[in-house]
C-alpha cells in the first residue's frame, strides 16, 4: 500500500534569491565541514571560538545549521523514498550472516592477542636491558670520575714538590729567610727564570686543581672523596702559600712574566681576592702609610689636619710610579685578567682603611668648607682612578664595585646640603626679620651687581643667591636641591616685600611683627632717598619738610633694588648656573631657564606694588593741603567778599612732594629712571586730582542746593509782601563766586601740573573739574 511522503517544512529560499541570503550562508568563522572530520572535538571547537565569538550567536548559528540539515535529510527521503520504505524488505537472514562472520573475526583476535603479548614482553626484556646499560654506563662515569680525581691529586701533588727553590715549611707560611733572600737578591743562578718557571708551574698546578674542583663538584657525596678530602685540602693550602710566595716575589722584582702568571693561576683557581689582597698589603699599604699616618689601633700619628687633598696628590704619584705596571698587565687586552679589580679591592680599599683611621674627621659635614674641599678632592680621585680603566665598561664595573659604593656612603652630602641650606636661608631670614629697611650706602655702578643695591635685604637675597652656585658651596650631585633653595629665597623676598606693601596699605602692619619694617615708615619717609640725603647738606630737610632722615629707607631704594635683582637673576646669574650644568640633558636646562625665570618675573611683578605705595605716600601728603577748599567755601559763605581775581595760596603747595627738583634723578635720586619717575608723577597727579575733584563737586552740589533753597524762600517772602517776583538780582552769587574762586584755583594747578611735565588735560579728573567750575563760555576749552 501507498505510504504518504513526509510532511515537509518550507523549501529554503533559492539561491537565486536577490533580496534576501539563503539559508546556507555562513559566517566565515563558521565552518561545517570541520564537523566530518574524523579528529574533530567540539570542546576544543568552542574553546577556540569563545575568544571572539559570542556563546549566543554560536548557538543560534548551530541552531540555524540544524535546521539546515534537517531539511536537507528531509529532501532526501523524499527524494529515495520507495527505497528507503523498502529497505527493512530487503534485510533478509541477517542472523545467519552474522553468525557466518563471527568465526573468522574471533580466530583473528586470538592471533592479534598472542602476537602482542609478545612484543609486550620484547618490550620489557629491552628496557631491562636499556637501563643495565644505562646504569653501568653511570657506574662507568663515575669510576672515570673517580679514576681522574685521584689522578688529578696525583698530579697536584707531584707538580708541588717539583717547585723548584721553593721550602717544604711554605705550605705553613713560612719561609726560610737565609733561602728567600738568597733567591731575592738573585744569588741563584738564573733567579729571573726560576721565578718565570716557578710561576709557569704553579700556573699548571692551578688548571689542575680547577679541573679537581670541577670533578668535587659532581662527585662531592662519594665515600671515595671524602676519604681524599683532607689530601686535597693540603694541596690547596700548599698552592695557596705557593702562589702567594711567588707572587710577592714577583711584585718585588718587578717581574711582569712571573705576575701574568700568577695572576692567571689566581683566576684560574677563582681567588681574585687573595691577588688583590696580597697586592694590598705588600705594595699599596706602606704607600699609604707613608702618607696618612696612622697607628695599628687607628690612632693618628702625626696628622695634621684632615685636608686630603695634599694627600691625594701624593697617592697619585705612587700609583703611576708603584700602581701602574701590575694594572696594565691586569687590563691587558685578550689576557683574560679582567676579573681583577686591583684599582677598588687593592687601592681604594686601602685608602679609604687609611683615611678612616689616620683622617676621620675628613668625612664631617660638621665643618662645611673643609668637607666640601675633601668630598670634591675624592672626587677628583676618583676620576683618576677611572683613568687607568681600558674602557667604559671597566669604569661601570669599577662604580658597582662594594668598597667603591662603601667610599661613597661615607661622604653625607645630605646632611652638608642641610647645613648649608640653614646658612643660606638663615641669612635672608634674619635680614628680612629687621623692624625697619636698612640701607647700604654705595654709588651705583650701573652694571647691575650687587654694588647697585641700596638695601641691606637686597644684598643678602643677592649673596643668598649666589652662594647656592658658588664653587666652595656647590655639590653638583645635590644641584635640585640647590635650585630649589633658590627659588625659595625668590619666593621668600617676593612674599616678604609683597605682603609688607600690602599691609602697609591696609593697615595692619601692626598685627603681624614681621611687617613692622612697613609700619615703622611713615607716609613722610618713602619721599626722599636716604644715599641723597646723606649726598646733600643738612638744610635740605628744612627745604623738604616731608624727607626722611638718613636711616630710613624709601621705596625709591625698594624699586631701585627690585629692577637690579630682576635683571641680575634673568641675566648672568642665569647665565651661570646654566653655564654649571651644561652636562645636563637640553630638556632639564630648559626646566631650570623657566624656573628661574619665573622667578625673575615675580620680582619685576613688585614693582607695580612698590610704585603704587610711593603713589599713595605722596597723595597722602598732598591732600593734607585740600582742607584749605572748604575753608574757602565758608569764607565766601560769611563773608561778602568781592568776585575772586587771583587764585588760593594752598594751590601752590598742593603739588609740593612732586615738584620737579624732588624727584628729578640726576640731582637727587639716581636710583629711579625716568619712565618710574614719569610713571610716580602721572599716578599720583591722576589720584591728588581726583580727590580735588570730588571735594570740589560736593561742595559746589552743597553751595547750589543751598543757594536753590535760599531762592525759592525770598521769592516766597516777596510774593507775600507784594513785591514783583520778576525782578532779578543783578549781584553775582555766592556760588558763583567759589565756583570762580576754584576756577582760578585749577588754573593754576593745571600750570603747577605743567611745570611737573604733565599734561593736566590728559587727567579725566582734571577736565571733570573744570566743567564743574568754570564759566558757561569756557567749558568746553580748557586754557591755562
Same mark, same amino acid.
Given at each position: 500500500?501507498a505510504?504518504?511522503p ?13 533580496f534576501s ?8 568563522w ?8 574524523p ?5 576544543? #571547537? ?14 543560534s548559528? =548551530? ?21 528507503f ?19 573468522p573475526?574471533?580466530?583473528?583476535? !586470538? ?30 662515569e ?8 685521584f ?10 714538590k ?36 716557578q ?8 688548571s ?25 685540602q ?10 702567594g ?30 691577588a ?12 699609604i ?30 700609583i ?10 691586569s ?18 680599599k ?24 675633601? #668630598? ?11 683613568g687607568?680603566c ?8 669599577f662604580?658597582?664595585e ?14 652638608y ?14 635680614a628680612?626679620a ?28 643677592l ?20 635650585? @630649589? ?41 618713602f619721599? #626722599? ?5 646723606a ?8 627745604? #623738604? ?19 637690579c ?12 648656573v646654566?653655564q ?8 632639564? =636646562?630648559?626646566l ?16 607695580p ?10 597723595v ?36 609740593s ?46 553751595? @547750589? ?7 525759592r524762600?525770598?521769592?516766597?517772602a516777596?510774593? @507775600? ?14 556760588t558763583?563766586? =567759589? ?15 605743567s ?6 588735560? !590728559? ?9 564743574c ?7 568746553n576749552?580748557?586754557?591755562?
Open positions: 500500500m505510504v504518504d513526509i510532511q515537509t517544512l518550507p523549501p529554503p529560499r533559492s539561491a537565486t534569491d536577490f541570503d539563503p539559508l546556507d550562508s555562513h559566517p566565515l563558521f565552518q561545517p565541514d570541520l564537523f566530518l572530520s579528529n574533530f572535538d567540539s570542546d576544543s #571547537y568552542i574553546s577556540e571560538l569563545r575568544t571572539f565569538v559570542p556563546f549566543d550567536t554560536l548557538r548559528e =548551530l541552531q540555524a545549521h540544524l535546521t539546515s540539515l534537517n531539511h536537507e535529510l528531509i529532501d532526501l527521503i523524499n527524494r529515495d523514498y520507495a527505497d520504505v523498502n529497505l527493512s524488505t530487503k534485510l533478509v537472514d541477517v542472523d545467519s550472516a552474522v553468525v557466518r562472520m563471527r568465526a573475526l574471533l580466530e583473528l583476535r !586470538e592471533k592479534i592477542e598472542g602476537f602482542r603479548g609478545s612484543v609486550e614482553s620484547s618490550l620489557v626484556a629491552l628496557k631491562n636491558g636499556l637501563e643495565q646499560r644505562s646504569e653501568a654506563a653511570v657506574t662507568r663515575v669510576l672515570e670520575l673517580l679514576l681522574d680525581t689522578h688529578v691529586v696525583s698530579k697536584v701533588e707531584k707538580l708541588i717539583e717547585l723548584p727553590s721553593v721550602p717544604a715549611d711554605w705550605s705553613n707560611g713560612d719561609v726560610n729567610s737565609t733561602e728567600k733572600n738568597a733567591a731575592s737578591n738573585g744569588s741563584i743562578e738564573n733567579g729571573t727564570n726560576v721565578r718565570e718557571t710561576s709557569m708551574l704553579l700556573e699548571r698546578i692551578a689542575e686543581m680547577n679541573r679537581l674542583k670541577f670533578y668535587i663538584a659532581h662527585a662531592q657525596n662519594l665515600p671515595f672523596i671524602q676519604n681524599m678530602e683532607k689530601r686535597i693540603g694541596a690547596s693550602l700548599l698552592l695557596d702559600a705557593s702562589l710566595h711567588c707572587f710577592v716575589d714577583g711584585l718585588e722584582h718587578r717581574d711582569e712574566n712571573a705576575i701574568y702568571n700568577c695572576l692567571r693561576a689566581y683566576a684560574a683557581i677563582d681567588n681574585t681576592s687573595s688583590e689582597e696580597i697586592f694590598r698589603m705588600t705594595i699599596v699599604a706602606p704607600l702609610q707613608k702618607i696618612i699616618p696612622h697607628g695599628p689601633s687607628g690612632g693618628v700619628v702625626g696628622a695634621s689636619g684632615d685636608g686630603l687633598e695634599n694627600d691625594y696628590q701624593e697617592i697619585k704619584k705612587c703611576e710610579k708603584d700602581c701602574k705596571f701590575l694594572l696594565e698587565i687590563s691587558a687586552e685578550n689576557s683574560g685578567l679582567h676579573v681583577f679589580d686591583f684599582l677598588a679591592n687593592s687601592i681604594l686601602e685608602v679609604l682603611s687609611a683615611i678612616k683611621k689616620g683622617k676621620s674627621g675628613a668625612f664631617s659635614p660638621g665643618r662645611p668648607t673643609e668637607f666640601l674641599i675633601n #668630598y670634591k678632592s675624592s672626587l677628583d680621585f676618583l676620576g683618576h682612578l677611572e687607568y681600558p674602557s667604559r665598561s671597566a669604569v661601570t664595573k662604580r658597582a662594594a668598597i667603591y659604593i662603601e667610599f661613597m656612603k661615607q661622604w653625607n652630602v645630605g646632611v646640603f642641610s647645613l648649608r641650606f640653614q646658612e643660606i636661608a638663615g641669612a635672608l631670614d634674619s628680612l629687621t623692624t625697619s629697611l636698612v640701607p647700604v650706602h654705595n654709588s651705583p655702578s650701573g652694571n647691575g651687581s650687587s654694588q647697585d643695591l641700596t638695601l641691606k635685604q637686597s644684598v643678602t637675597l649673596e643668598s643667591l649666589r652662594s647656592c652656585w658658588r664653587e666652595d658651596f656647590l655639590i653638583l650631585s645635590c644641584s635640585d636641591k640647590f635650585l @630649589r633653595l633658590t627659588l625659595q629665597l625668590l619666593s621668600r623676598f617676593s612674599n616678604w616685600l609683597s605682603s609688607g606693601l600690602a599691609a602697609r596699605k591696609t593697615g595692619n602692619t601692626g598685627s603681624n611683627s614681621r611687617y613692622e619694617w612697613a609700619a615703622s615708615a611713615v607716609p613722610n619717609d619721599l #626722599y632717598s636716604s644715599v641723597a640725603n649726598n646733600h647738606s643738612r638744610n635740605m630737610y628744612t627745604y #623738604y619738610p616731608w624727607s626722611c632722615s638718613s636711616e630710613t629707607d624709601t621705596l625709591h631704594q625698594i624699586i631701585h633694588d627690585i629692577n635683582l630682576a635683571t641680575e637673576v634673568c641675566g648672568d646669574y642665569l647665565e651661570h646654566l654649571l650644568l651644561s652636562s645636563c640633558s637640553t630638556d632639564v =636646562l630648559d631650570v631657564k623657566q624656573s628661574i625665570l619665573q622667578g625673575g618675573k615675580s620680582l619685576n611683578d613688585l614693582t606694588l612698590a610704585i603704587n605705595a610711593i603713589t599713595d605716600a605722596l597722602d601728603e598732598a591732600v593734607k593741603g585740600l582742607k584749605d577748599v572748604k575753608a574757602i567755601a565758608t569764607t565766601f559763605r560769611m563773608t561778602n567778599k568781592p568776585i575772586p581775581s587771583r587764585h588760593s595760596l594752598y594751590v601752590s603747595g598742593l603739588l612732594p612732586l615738584k620737579k627738583d624732588f624727584l628729578d634723578m640726576e640731582k637727587h635720586n639716581p636710583y629711579l629712571t625716568r619712565e618710574t619717575i614719569k610713571e610716580l608723577r602721572y599716578g599720583a597727579a591722576t589720584e591728588i586730582t581726583g580727590r580735588y575733584y570730588d571735594m570740589v563737586v560736593e561742595i559746589v552740589s552743597v553751595a @547750589r542746593k543751598t543757594e536753590s533753597s535760599l531762592q524762600l525770598k521769592k516766597g516777596q510774593r @507775600r509782601a507784594g513785591v514783583s517776583a520778576d525782578v532779578s538780582d543783578p549781584s553775582v552769587s555766592d558763583d563766586k =567759589l565756583c570762580m574762586q576754584y576756577f582760578l584755583d585749577i588754573q593754576e594747578y593745571g600750570r603747577n601740573l611745570t611737573l611735565g604733565v599734561d593736566a588735560k !590728559e587727567i579725566p579728573a582734571y577736565r571733570s573739574l573744570w566743567q567750575v568754570a564759566p558757561q563760555d569756557r567749558q576749552v580748557i586754557d591755562l
